[in-house]
């Protein structure tokens, strides 16, 4: 009797364990794309960081104007040092110079930049895109433009890419991306490209179609379930 309650007892727990076995395997099969996919944005990003250029942090500002040069850093300069004399002795005499120096400064900024708009004017090329046309001539503008860290741009681009993107529960598809941009030429075509098309939020089809042939292959393992149907890789 004791002996036939102990083979009922271990006759239910393995078919307990059989049960719970089902549910590890059922699982580990489900947890396989999740950690391949984990693997394989891993290495899109270092491979990223790898190829992006490195940029000196502490100069984050540039002048875009291309008829700035040294004769107008030194006009600057002498505005900056007619103000500095009226702080340290706020006089009527430094004042009047202070007021003097911008109002020459101005007039000699505003004659160079006039002086290039009237050269770039007479280059222009009949045959050239408008859109191309106007882009040059907002370069002369006069402002400042903040450049942003060129890692930060890449890594957005990047992320773009990734964002959204659901394992998939074919293993076999998965590719680990050995070989994709490792060059910082890639790279800024990609994100040159995905600039070109505005009012775009998404993937743009034609910076797909321009990347190299192997990057497609590579992309196109783990990208063909996430895109839209009008963006699949398959029309390249």
Known sequence: ?????????????????????????????????????????????????????????????????????????????????????????PTLGNYIHVERTNALVKRNLKRKKRKNFLTFGASINLDRRVDMVWRSIRSLAGTHRKLEYIQDEYVACFQEMLDGLTPLSDTNRLVFPEEIGRTSAVISKIDGLRKSAPGLDDIDNHMIKNLPDRTIQILNGFFNDRLPAWMILTTI
């Open 1 to 89: 009797m004791f002996r036939k309650t102990c083979e009922n007892e271990f006759g239910e727990c393995l078919g307990e364990y059989g049960e719970l076995e089902k549910i590890i395997r059922l699982q580990a099969e489900e947890a396989i794309p999740r950690i391949n996919h984990s693997n394989t944005e891993k290495i899109i990003r270092l491979q990223a960081e790898e190829a992006i250029p490195r940029i000196n942090h502490s100069n984050t500002y540039k002048r875009r104007n291309d008829w700035w040069d040294a004769k107008c850093s030194g006009w600057t300069e002498q505005r900056r040092q007619a103000l500095r004399r009226y702080k340290s002795s």
